[in-house]
């Protein structure tokens, strides 16, 4: 006669009658992630068997162009949805089998669900910066914002910005053509008047309420800043997307002059907020969410 499975036997049979998810990040430089453990951890406590596996381009020796072959393994293996984050939120476009209103206004995919044999791309990453904004920096002035910036997340940043209320944003950009781009997109949703680009660093910074910085900068893998630090002021409220580390050399100058600061951590909760709701059809816990994030 066998004896019954002990309670840690019987815990471990019953979690494989949970719903299965497996997902991943594609991007370059993302060893330091904390996206795998926020999506994995919200999993468990909504009785999932979530996996998230981090698709690192430079440990793989790949570039943005493996794309297609990452995104057929995917549907091979199974995947409910991949992330997209830096270089591939433009380049992953052009790959997909339809884009959701969002991410067509935007041109950029942080969000791809993979369901029934076709790929749909999303952005969460605006109503992620958005949510986080509101939030933290409620009560700031809005009438003129410089962002730096003008890729995948700048486009959903500059939409965010305008979304909620800012004036005006500068757009700058070391290629300019890319800047003028996006600033042409955003007066043709938000009007002629709310868009600008080429302006100098220093006039712009000089006329700003705020800025905000959407480029790699700061990033462990990308040192330095997007701004030199003499341009900050007190009045300035500063905002950095990066996350990884969560104050960048910009937030510690920022901090250090006495203004409003806005690290990335927020956006990143949020926009993992939205893409577990695509992966999973079920409501995350933003809440509990952060506070996992904060314990990280």
């Not at 994995?40 to 162009?65: C, S």
């Not at 910074?205 to 990308?222: C, E, F, I, R, S």
Request: aromatic fraction near 6%.
């Amino acid at each position: 006669m066998t004896s019954a499975p002990r309670t840690g036997t019987r815990k471990a049979l019953d979690s494989w009658h949970h719903p299965s998810v497996l997902v991943g990040l594609v991007g370059t430089g993302i060893q330091a992630s904390r996206t795998p453990a926020l999506h994995e951890k919200e999993g468990a406590e909504q009785g999932l068997r979530y996996v998230y596996k981090l698709i690192d381009l430079e440990t793989l020796g790949l570039g943005a162009d493996a794309l297609p072959e990452i995104l057929t393994a995917a549907r091979r293996f199974g995947f409910a949805g991949l992330n997209i984050t830096h270089p591939c939120k433009q380049a992953v476009i052009p790959l997909l089998d339809e884009l959701s209103s969002d991410a067509a206004a935007l041109g950029a995919v942080n969000t791809v669900v993979l369901k029934d044999g076709r790929s749909v791309g999303h952005n969460t990453d605006w109503w992620g910066f958005a949510e986080s904004f509101q939030r933290e920096l409620p009560d700031v002035r809005r009438d003129l914002v410089v962002q730096f910036g003008a890729g995948g997340a700048g486009a959903a940043v500059a939409h965010a910005l305008l979304t909620l209320g800012i004036g005006e944003v500068t757009i700058i950009d070391t290629d300019e053509t890319r800047a003028k781009a996006l600033v042409s997109a955003l007066r043709e949703r938000f009007g002629e008047s709310r868009a600008s680009n080429g302006v100098s660093v220093k006039d712009a910074m000089a006329a700003a309420d705020g800025m905000v910085n959407t480029t790699p900068l700061g990033m462990a893998k990308y040192p330095g800043m997007a701004v030199p630090a003499d341009l900050l002021r007190p009045e300035l409220w500063v905002v950095d997307i990066v996350y990884f580390p969560l104050e960048t050399e910009l937030l510690r100058q920022a901090r250090v002059r006495g203004c409003s600061i806005m690290s990335g951590g927020g956006m990143a909760v949020f926009q993992a907020v939205g893409a577990f709701r695509l992966f999973t059809g079920l409501e995350a816990n933003a809440e509990r969410m952060l506070q996992h994030f904060a314990e990280m």
